[in-house]
């Protein structure tokens, strides 16, 4: 089938090796988050986008039956996730960085036992590399200080990692000064969610985003949406940012 597209599975490992004619690139985007709108922009350049440290935090306790086992003689593993969580928020606020308790899975999940197992991920995001590092050590000492408060064993998985990207300064500074010229603001700000261009800027391709802003912030949800006319500010300035782009590029070219 994916042949019909032009696609062959025989060259798919050496696809990357186009890259290498590739001399800069550009996205347009929502924000997909509730800054630009907060702040009154409706247009912003991006210098770079967050790094990631994902965790999975497993833990084991003992089911025991709710009505006969007293709270002090319990090792419940919900507890000490929930105290675990709530220490994961401030751990986030301490740092001015982002960390997220999504995935939560219990067992055996009746409303009659105390739960024997339970686990839940952790997602965490930085610009700066040095704190993502103090945010994993932050929510190892957390875990196990926890677990052994609340007579529970823990592990800690790692699920993904990304380091920070930074996107290329000429390109940056082209997209900051088009924001300017365009909105009245200079607004520069990372991304906090990954993009394609993600994978360009860590391929070696000088690359670059703009954002324009989310309605209400929201995204991954189907009322996300985006006003008309902050789409075509964002695609007008897009516009202008691409043709600022070529003769950079074939400046570097030649």
């Known amino acids: 089938m994916v042949a019909e597209y032009g696609v062959s599975l025989e060259t798919v490992l050496t696809a990357g090796d186009a890259l290498s004619s590739i001399v800069g690139s550009a996205e347009l985007h929502i924000e997909q988050g509730p800054l630009l709108e907060a702040r ?3 247009l912003a350049a991006l210098h770079g986008i967050l790094g990631v440290q994902r965790r999975l935090v497993r833990l084991k306790g003992q089911a025991a039956h709710a009505g006969a086992t007293p709270i002090p003689l319990r090792r ?7 105290r675990m969580a709530i ?3 401030q751990l986030g606020l301490d740092n001015d ?7 939560w899975r219990v067992h055996p999940s009746v409303p009659t036992a105390v739960n024997g197992r ?3 991920s952790v997602d965490m995001r930085h610009l700066d590399k040095a704190v993502l590092n103090k945010l994993v050590a932050g929510l190892e000492e957390l875990v196990h200080r926890i677990a052994a408060e609340e007579r529970v064993e823990a592990e800690i998985d790692v699920l993904w990692s990304i380091d920070p990207i930074t996107f290329h300064p000429d390109l940056v500074e082209f997209a900051s000064n088009i924001v300017e010229a365009r909105s009245g603001v200079r607004e520069v700000m990372p991304s906090g969610p990954m993009h394609d261009s993600a ?3 860590r391929s070696g391709v000088p690359t670059v985003m703009m954002f324009v802003p989310s309605i209400g912030g929201l995204s991954h949800t189907h009322i996300e949406d985006t006003a008309e006319a902050d789409l075509e500010l964002g695609i007008a300035a897009f516009d202008d940012l691409v043709r600022q ?7 570097r070219v030649g």
């Open 87 to 89: 220490e994961v928020r």
């Open 118 to 120: 339970t686990e839940f």
């Open 245 to 251: 782009m070529l003769p950079w590029a074939e400046a």
């Open 76 to 82: 419940d593993p919900t507890l000490a996730a929930a």
């Open 40 to 42: 009154g922009r409706r």
């Open 97 to 103: 960085a982002f960390t997220t308790v999504g995935v």
């Open 199 to 201: 994978e360009m800027a």
